[in-house]
């Protein structure tokens, strides 16, 4: 398989600006087919804009967007995307199938109306008016118009805001059966372990530029320690000074430790403790990296200043 032909969108060196702000400086990134890449980076980071760029809602100042090889502005390509943006003007009065059905209308070869309304869970939202909906069922409702045109490539910005935690899960099973099906998404977030339980690429931003990209095992690596918590008596300040402990603070009665060698320092721990309890013990997640990497960016912004 030819690698190139199995790009679905991307930006090369994109720059944005608006006035004397550059919400995009040189960002670089790729989607291929199938993939779930998913898109992070603290408020204002540039990833909304990254997303308008590959929509063609705006164009670059400098780089390139590409959707399908064509310019993002042609119709051929946007016939093969689905799209839920963060705010999303419908019309109120119109019920949840009429919605559907007008949208489906849009496609080439779009979706059965009751499949696309049960992937997205809103089978018996159909005949309720859109504007009498909850938030919620909202963000539901949208996702079925993002999916119904049998989409070979789906832009999710924050698609999970405001969502309960049943409708949450519900949303990243039918994300997980499209990209099963072959379609590409491209989901920016920002709960993080949304990111971890689905994404098979990260893309981390930080003040336009991307920081970094990899699997959610590799990012994870920047951080290759490991979090103790437990309740016991031992003191703080004495396991700070223990080999291969980054950090040991003590809240209440239990202890929080971090280290690169968990289990020396548990062996430590249990010899010195008998009565040591509530033991937990967790690698450090997409979270931690998150914050090391966006804390780096800040970082060495405040040494060049
Ligand atoms: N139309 C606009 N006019 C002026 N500035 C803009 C415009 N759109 C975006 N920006 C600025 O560009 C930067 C990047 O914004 P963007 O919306 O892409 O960030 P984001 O990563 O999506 O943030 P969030 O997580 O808050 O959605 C921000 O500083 C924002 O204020």
């Known amino acids: 398989m030819n690698p190139a032909s199995d790009v679905v969108a991307r930006l090369s060196g994109a720059v944005k600006r608006y006035g004397s702000l550059t919400a995009l400086d040189g960002v670089d990134l790729v989607l291929r087919r199938g993939e779930l890449l998913a898109v992070l980076g603290p408020n204002g980071a540039g990833k909304s804009t990254s997303i308008s760029l590959l929509l063609g809602l705006i164009r670059p100042d400098g780089g390139r967007a590409e959707l399908f090889g064509m310019d993002p502005q042609q119709i051929d390509a946007r016939r093969r995307i689905g799209v839920m943006l963060q705010s999303a003007m419908l019309p109120v009065t119109l019920r949840v199938g009429e919605l559907l059905r007008l949208v489906s209308s849009y496609y080439p070869d779009p979706r ?22 909850s938030g919620g069922q909202q963000r539901r409702v949208q996702f ?7 989409p070979e490539l789906l832009f999710l910005d924050e698609p999970t805001v405001g969502m309960d935690i049943d409708s949450r899960r519900k949303l990243w099973a039918a994300m997980r059966a499209l990209v099963a099906e072959g379609c590409s998404v491209v989901l920016t977030t920002h709960y993080l372990e949304e990111a971890e339980a689905l994404a098979q690429r990260v893309v981390v931003m930080g003040k336009g530029r991307v920081l970094t990209e990899g699997s ?3 990012l994870r690596s920047h951080v290759p320690l490991t979090r103790i918590r437990c309740v016991t008596d031992l003191d703080a300040g004495l396991i700070a000074q223990w080999p291969n402990v980054a950090t040991a603070e003590r809240e209440g009665s239990r202890m929080h430790i971090s280290t690169s060698a968990a289990e020396n320092v548990l062996r430590r721990m249990l010899e ?23 804390r780096e960016d800040n970082l060495i912004e405040q040494e060049a200043a």
Do not use: H, M, N, W
Request: one cysteine or more.
């Open 144 to 150: 079925a118009l993002a999916l119904c045109g049998r």
């Open 272 to 294: 010195a403790d008998t009565s040591l309890s509530e033991l937990e013990v967790q690698r450090a997640g997409l979270a931690d990296a998150f914050t090391e990497l966006t």
């Open 112 to 133: 059965p109306l009751e499949e696309s309304a049960a992937l997205a869970g809103v089978g018996d939202l159909l005949l309720r008016p859109y504007g009498k909906l």
């Open 216 to 218: 959610v095992d590799a």
